[in-house]
């Protein structure tokens, strides 16, 4: 089964060790390590790319790489997996792309391609959204893919706010 997805701009595919470079380069980013938990050491980046590819194999759907299609750069990752928000499954859709292809549309572009994918492939609706109160530009994101802000909660002893998708129809 291919598991690539195309959008105007970006070719998305399954987040593996031939990805760790690049990959590695984004979450170490200070700008991009401020909202997302802190700066990870190596085996904290090994665990997460594992992690992916146990979340591939196991639901098949988890992190995408997202590569621009005309040069092949590595311009951030994102995609949907399982996760729990107050010991509830959730499905969730993230994203984190490199700084210097932010305000480019780029988070809005593959998310919307993700919650297609999440419908259309996996037959799931009502996918969730998460950041701190104070990631304007993931609430914007999530507000420009149509989810609704939920309610406040805490995680990991961390202030959040929850968005979801409408299930409409
Ligand atoms: C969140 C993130 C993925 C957005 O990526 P992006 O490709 O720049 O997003 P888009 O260009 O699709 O949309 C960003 C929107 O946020 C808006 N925005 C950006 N910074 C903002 C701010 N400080 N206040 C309010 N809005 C802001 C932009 O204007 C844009 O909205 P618009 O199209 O209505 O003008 C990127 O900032 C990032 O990687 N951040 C670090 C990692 C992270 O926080 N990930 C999410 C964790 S939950």
Avoid at 57 to 66: D, P
Avoid at 94 to 113: K, S
Wanted: no cysteine; aromatic share 8%.
């Amino acid at each position: 089964m291919d598991r690539t997805l195309l959008t105007p701009r970006l070719r998305l595919e399954p987040l593996g060790p031939d990805h760790r470079g690049p990959y590695r380069a984004l979450v170490r980013d200070p700008r991009v390590a401020a909202t997302l938990g802190g700066i990870p050491d190596e085996a904290r980046i090994d665990a997460m790319l594992a992690q992916q590819a146990a979340d591939w194999e196991r639901n098949g759907f988890g992190w995408s790489a997202w590569l621009d299609r005309e040069t092949g750069e590595f311009v951030g990752r994102g995609g949907i997996w399982r996760t729990e928000v107050d010991g509830r499954p959730e499905v969730e859709v993230g994203w984190a792309v490199a700084p210097q292809r932010w305000g480019q549309g780029l988070a809005t572009e593959a998310g919307a391609a993700h919650l297609r994918d999440a419908r259309d492939t996996h037959a799931l609706t009502g996918i969730v959204s998460f950041t701190r109160p104070d990631n304007l530009a993931s609430r914007r994101v999530m507000e420009k893919l149509g989810l609704e802000y939920e309610r406040d909660f805490v995680r990991k002893g961390f202030p959040q706010v929850l968005y979801r998708q409408p299930v409409t129809g």
